[in-house]
């Protein structure tokens, strides 16, 4: 049993996986694969799936947004 769990396996070359993936394959597999594209969108669709509120505070000092807004 120890000889099974000690033996240093290469999970890449077992499972046949590149050692490096480039940028294509990158873009293949987020085309492809629901778990890739899930992986990537996961973070900015849970950020943004809701507007913030904006709001002003009772300082008189003029904001960075409000110098913004004007240009």
């Not at 890739?36 to 904001?63: C, F, G, Q």
């Amino acid at each position: 049993m120890s000889t099974l769990l000690n033996d240093p396996k290469d999970i890449n070359e077992e499972c046949g996986y590149p050692d490096e993936i480039t940028i294509s394959m990158y873009k293949e597999m987020y085309k492809r694969e629901g778990v890739a594209k899930r992986v990537v969108n996961i973070l900015p669709e849970d950020t943004w799936s809701s507007l913030p509120d904006i709001y002003e505070t009772e300082k008189s000092d003029e904001t960075e947004f409000e110098k913004y807004g004007r240009k």
